[in-house]
């Protein structure tokens, strides 16, 4: 047998290897990918109503509670296509000091609050959030009709727990207009989480 190998036996063996190393680069790059992919678990809302995980969710015409028919409608361009995190209508009472919710994040993200214009007063939690100046809107069934405008505010976590209160601030719940309607037409908030980017 000769020592040196021939032309067609080291073009097969390099092919051979290039397609090795293209397998492996594969698999960490899949890897990688894995790495960066937003994964929410531990959700639980103190309420005890099933709040819903929408990976991709947040876009045009889809559902903004778990009971209630609203849907969004305009969105900012930047966060089409996030995750949102449904919450119920029904827990729009809950007091600024209390918890509301909270959920686990396995990456650094950003938390979005999509909180009603109507609501004058912020909960003095959401004052730690940024004013984005960003709005959205939604309708409810019937498109025609107008439900809602929502200004955005954002605020950064590392990965680990998160735990957001109460939709109703102190001074809401002592509004006139609001105790009388006992809250009828005014709305709990949603959140957004978006893997933050570097």
């Not at 790059?29 to 894995?34: L, V």
Request: aromatic share 12%; glycine share 8%.
């Amino acid at each position: 047998m000769s020592e040196y190998l021939t032309r067609r036996e080291l073009m097969a063996r390099s092919c051979t290897a290039i397609g090795v190393g293209a397998v492996l680069y594969g698999l960490a790059d899949s890897a990688r990918g894995e790495e960066s992919k937003l994964v929410i678990s531990e959700l639980k809302a103190a309420s005890g109503r099933p709040y819903v995980i929408d990976y991709g969710g947040f876009t045009r015409g889809t559902k903004q509670y778990i009971d209630r028919d609203y849907l969004f409608d305009y969105l900012p361009e930047f966060l089409k296509g996030q995750t949102k995190i449904l919450t119920a209508g029904n827990d729009k009472h809950i007091d600024e000091n209390s918890p509301c919710f909270s959920f686990h994040v396995n990456l650094p993200v950003t938390v979005y609050v999509v909180y009603a214009d109507k609501m004058r007063v912020l909960p003095n939690w959401l004052k730690q959030y940024e004013d984005t100046r960003w709005k959205v809107t939604r309708k409810d069934s019937n498109a025609s009709t107008l439900k809602g405008i929502f200004t955005l505010f954002a605020r950064e976590f590392p990965a680990g727990q998160i735990t957001l209160n109460g939709n109703l601030s102190k001074a809401m719940g002592e509004d006139p207009v609001f105790r009388r309607m006992n809250g009828g037409t005014y709305c709990m908030y949603n959140v957004v989480v978006a893997p933050k980017t570097r």
